[in-house]
């Protein structure tokens, strides 16, 4: 039904974009604008107990109902900054909404970057004129390119699709999850489309696709405190009838799921894509929390970039991961290969499994022969360069 | 109260000990032997649903409460080896049992090394010839030996103490958290005594005294098929008066600790040894739930191995870690520099901390500023060396 085409976040009807350089980063891009109006918007945003400033905001400004814009910067996180960070995204909410003619609690702000510093609002405020004054359906490049931090290329996609004679289009911008020194992972997500939704239904179904998507994937773990995935839907178009909408809600998932598999495949130091599936589990929690235990073993991680089919740290990982599990039961693939059954090795060669050892996409599955439920999860292998990278000195 | 002496294991009264090269590994000794009569015994078990087979047998025989000897192979693990690898523990115990002239049900039996093969008998049978037949009081040395894996150095400690003139010893060997490939970490302790003391009380130290040390350590987070730590207290010497257990009790934490952190030192890769201690936070297991955060956090270990006092990646685990924070009043030291105070960094600048980071032990110290409670983990740096030698190759 959806198919690929050109474009970025400006190629739904009701957007413009643009992306700047402010002064938060050296040279690059850092400063992203994104203008609309009359739209329905949704969000959901990190759990992390020390969320940035830019996060409370926009989940308070979200909740008000009447998004109108949306500010990224790289560069600066504005995280662990107190009140002062809490004023400054107010500040840029308020500097993006005069330049723009609307109210302050109609901008999202966002930010990525270093932690446990200050945003420096004159650079903020000079960076906003040249933003506000340069959007156009063609700076949906320029945005991606913006948000960017230690990502090594942007990461877009956009889908259209026909109803009833109205081609609608969806498309979705993402960054992360590099850490940048001195700071964590972070991921951002934006996405546009002119399919007309209402809100209730937009927000759960961003949550589903999320779910299945950004909750489904990890380079080292750790849940950064500056994650928020926006969408925004304009409503121009004339709206689909409401059982169509299963077609939208697809379209997302696809949006979420390429950008989710973009951003492991661009982890720091990665080398693969590891897929860890967990099936026949007695419960959706207990395959959760198996797939979710092997994708965060450092053993299993490291076992994979050095090219090794160490199924016993696979499987035990699964052992400590609090799943029910019956160890006499559970088998074990990699790709189409089974190397366990019954929880005992089988006695294929290790130069049939070489082949696949060596692609850059790995196939996991654990098969727990108990229920009929499943988890997929994406993560990365565990390389010297995530070690180089994230060990390297901040000065 | 207790002083640290010479000796090993043998040193408490009614202990013969020996370790032997069996076969099971190359050239090292890989089979030891403790002897022991008259002795209360308990202990402690990994959790992980793939629980080996000797720890299963282990555990059946210890609840008889028998217990007269114990066997110790290195070099193969006889875990995910199903119904065979239980028939083979308990051929061990009783191969050993009728060499001892003692039933199979008074043997422990533990393993250490390869999973998913199974252990050669004739090898084990052979091994367990001359470690019966060489079992002393100095073979102590040769059984600490024996245990290890990749461990670079034994693991041994011995403490003595006078009570109403009756001098007690009390003294661990224990070794780990080397991941041997293609194997994951496994540690194993045992502890033996002469001061005579009830199972149900022995049973609940050694509880304790595991929690605060075995139980709150890690390398990489990963929980082992094998992790086995008993203790045997003979019955020869006069039993204390009751009061006096918590003096007994006080050693056993020593012992404990010790061998607790020499294993993290002792970890693969290991450049430094990071004490995690989380302070005045609202429970027990909050203080917990952000240590252990901290402690596995892949970002906050390899800032470390980089000697970067990157506080935003700890912040950032005790914020995703489900401890309850309030990000305003949480502080932050490094050794006994305050870096963090109420959520935001302070002035202190690097080259104070530099030396600091270049020590081989660190202490951070959280202070979440909301209740009594405390925890202590211990954890070692993420580094080249460790991806090195669990991303190398099993064959």
């Not at 960054?175 to 001195?182: C, L, N, Q, T, Y």
């Not at 080398?271 to 589990?281: C, G, M, P, W």
């Not at 696979?314 to 190397?339: M, R």
């Not at 089988?346 to 049939?352: A, K, P």
């Amino acid at each position: 039904m959806w198919k690929k085409i050109e474009g970025g976040i400006t190629k739904p009807q009701g957007f413009l974009a643009s992306g700047v350089h402010a002064g938060f980063k050296k040279a690059k891009l850092d400063l992203a604008l994104l203008s609309f109006e009359n739209t329905v918007s949704a969000g959901v945003f990190t759990q992390n107990a020390f969320a940035a400033s830019p996060v409370k905001l926009t989940k308070k400004h979200l909740a008000l109902g009447n998004l109108k814009a949306l500010v990224v910067n790289s560069g600066n996180a504005n995280a662990c900054t107190g009140l002062q960070g809490d004023n400054n995204a107010y500040l840029t909410a308020k500097i993006a909404a005069d330049m723009l003619k609307i109210k302050p609690e109609d901008v999202a702000v966002s930010s990525t970057g270093v932690i446990g510093q200050q945003l420096d609002m004159e650079t903020m405020k000079s960076g906003l004129l040249t933003a506000t004054s340069t959007l156009s359906k063609e700076g949906a490049n320029d945005f991606a390119l913006a948000i960017m931090t230690t990502d090594t290329y942007p990461k877009e996609i956009t889908l259209e699709c026909t109803i009833d004679g109205t081609t609608y289009s969806l498309s979705g911008v993402a960054k992360g999850s590099g850490m940048i020194h001195p700071n964590m992972a972070t991921m951002l997500c934006f996405i546009t489309t002119d399919w007309p939704i209402d809100q209730i239904t937009l927000q759960s179904y961003l949550k589903e696709a999320v779910e299945e998507s950004f909750n489904a994937i990890s380079v080292d773990g750790d849940t950064s405190t500056n994650d928020m995935c926006l969408i925004f839907s304009s409503q121009i178009l004339p709206k689909p009838a409401k059982e169509k909408e299963t077609i939208f809600l697809d379209g997302l998932k696809k949006i979420c799921g390429y950008l989710a598999k973009t951003i492991v495949l661009d982890g720091e130091g990665a080398t693969k894509l590891l897929q860890i599936k967990v099936q026949n589990a007695l419960s959706q929690e207990d395959a959760k929390l198996a797939a979710k235990a092997v994708a965060h073993s450092p053993l299993v991680k490291t076992a994979f970039f050095g090219e090794d089919a160490n199924w016993g740290r696979i499987l035990c990982a699964v052992g400590y991961s609090g799943s029910t599990v019956d160890p006499n039961k559970t088998d074990l693939y990699l790709g189409n290969w089974q190397i366990v059954k019954n929880g005992q090795g089988t006695d294929i060669s290790e130069s049939v499994l070489a082949p696949i050892l060596k692609e850059r996409e790995i196939e996991i599955t654990i098969d727990l022969n108990l229920g009929d439920s499943e988890y997929i999860f994406q993560t990365t292998d565990l390389s010297y360069d995530y070690v180089k990278i994230n060990g390297s000195y901040r000065s």
